[in-house]
T-cell receptor
Framework: AQSVAQPEDQVNVAEGNPLTVKCTYS??????LFWYVQYPNRGLQFLLK??????LVKGSYGFEAEFNKSQTSFHLKKPSALVSDSALYFC??????????????FGKGTSLLVTP | GAGVSQSPSNKVTEKGKDVELRCDPI?????LYWYRQSLGQGLEFLIY????????KSGLPSDRFSAERTGGSVSTLTIQRTQQEDSAVYLC?????????????FGPGTRLTVT
């Protein structure tokens, strides 16, 4: 099965500083990778995805992620963090399921806290 | 436009009772998914529907769980004889295509508490 790992349970960063939320993947073949964000008591919101093409993917709210095949990583980044970015972030990979379909296999999530 | 909606938003039930959770996907989305989010297990895939086809049940944790999708649209997840370990947030998602070239859109979830 395809899988992703988020090595950090929590990331703390000061407002205005750059942030990085780490994700590594383990797949056979070419991965479809996603980042989602979850605000308190809300569902998951899509941020960005990598399917093919440029290794640097730009997404919502000023976030971007870099696909690195040699390091099997897909880290989420933002040049200047905002307090409102504080949330739970999930990395996910497309995984084959039965009946020729696909579902997302999620990492454990990383809690991002941005302090003023 | 309208997103994925789920009802109820919260459900408290006694152990042993049956519950039904409802999902209304985005219009035109043929693929529909149920996931479960719990503290111990993170986000787990439960079941997948593609249009009117028979669902992929490979993620269901036990035979107490079942789901149906009527008319290729609204879906109901049923948990029979609920147990305390069923307490979790149940998330529904829909997508334009089963290949997931397009992202999944998630509903706000139903928080289930089994007492």
């Amino acid at each position: 099965a395809q899988s992703v790992a988020q090595p950090e349970d929590q990331v703390n960063v000061a407002e205005g500083n750059p942030l990085t939320v780490k994700c590594t993947y383990s797949v056979s073949g070419n991965p479809y990778l996603f980042w989602y964000v979850q605000y308190p008591n809300r569902g998951l919101q899509f941020l960005l995805k990598y399917i093919t093409g440029d290794n640097l993917v730009k997404g919502s709210y000023g976030f971007e992620a870099e696909f690195n095949k040699s390091q099997t990583s897909f880290h989420l980044k933002k040049p200047s963090a905002l307090v409102s970015d504080s949330a739970l972030y999930f990395c996910a990979v497309r995984d084959k399921i039965e009946n020729s379909g696909y579902a997302l296999n999620f990492g454990k999530g990383t809690s991002l806290l941005v302090t003023p | 436009g309208a997103g994925v909606s789920q009802s109820p938003s919260n459900k408290v039930t006694e152990k042993g009772k049956d519950v039904e959770l409802r999902c209304d996907p985005i219009s035109g989305h043929t693929a529909l998914y149920w996931y479960r989010q719990s503290l111990g297990q993170g986000l787990e895939f439960l079941i997948y529907f593609q249009g009117n086809s028979a669902p992929d049940k490979s993620g269901l944790p036990s035979d107490r769980f079942s789901a149906e999708r009527t008319g290729g649209s609204v879906s109901t997840l049923t948990i029979q004889r609920t147990q305390q370990e069923d307490s979790a947030v149940y998330l529904c998602a829909s997508s334009l295509a089963r290949t997931l070239i397009y992202e999944q859109y998630f509903g706000p979830g139903t928080r289930l508490t089994v007492t």
